[in-house]
């Protein structure tokens, strides 16, 4: 069964700093991979998508994440963060073996900025 | 266009009462999902329909959930017999196919409160 393992529960990081959020997952193939965002009192929003190809994968917002098939993870990337990507931050994961494959998602991230 | 529509966006019910969540999926959306988002976890995969195939139930915790799926658009979660810890919010989201591949489009989903 898949799953997806978010190892760090809150980060905090200056604004301007670089970023780096970690998604591990578990899965006998290489399966889709996303990254989503939830900001404060907004619904969830699909930043990037690895389904094949280049392994790493531009999306909105300046976020960009690599896949790494040797380290089954697919870490979210930023080089300046803003006030505004304070959010929770979650990885998800699908099988691109299946017509009926649900998505799972991690435990998310949050992500404080300091001033 | 319309979004995924949740209903109601906010539920108060007394412990051992029954409750019926809505989600209106955006129109032509064959894949409809069901998550639990408590305080501080991530989202907890409930079920997933996906056309006419039989729903993936897997994620339900326990036999008080059930969800059904009328006519192959809107969605009701029913919770019976309400304990405390079923307080959460609960997310429907829906995407045009039913592969691993395909973005979810979340609603802003019901947040539950059990008194």
Do not use: M
């Amino acid at each position: 069964a898949q799953s997806v393992t978010q190892p760090d529960i809150h980060i905090t990081v200056s604004e301007g700093a670089s970023l780096e959020l970690r998604c591990n997952y578990s899965y006998g193939a290489t399966p889709y991979l996303f990254w989503y965002v939830q900001s404060p009192g907004q619904g969830l929003q699909l930043l990037l998508k690895y389904f094949s190809g280049d392994t790493l994968v531009q999306g909105i917002k300046g976020f960009e994440a690599e896949f790494k098939r040797s380290q089954s993870s697919f870490n979210l990337r930023k080089p300046s963060v803003h006030w505004s990507d304070a959010a929770e931050y979650f990885c998800a994961v699908g099988s691109p073996y299946s017509s009926a494959s649900k998505i799972i998602f991690g435990s998310g991230t949050r992500l404080s900025i300091r001033p | 266009g319309a979004g995924v529509s949740q209903s109601p966006s906010n539920k108060v019910t007394e412990k051992g009462k029954d409750v019926e969540l809505r989600c209106d999926p955006i129109s032509g959306h064959t894949a409809l999902y069901w998550y639990r988002q408590s305080l501080g976890q991530g989202l907890e995969f409930l079920i997933y329909f996906q056309g006419n195939s039989a729903p993936d139930k897997s994620g339900l915790p326990s036999d008080r959930f059930s969800a059904e799926r009328t006519g192959g658009s809107v969605s009701t979660l029913t919770i019976q017999r309400t304990q405390q810890e079923d307080s959460a919010v609960y997310l429907c989201a829906s995407s045009p196919a039913g592969t691993g591949g395909s973005p979810l489009h979340f609603g802003n989903g019901t947040r539950l409160t059990v008194t």
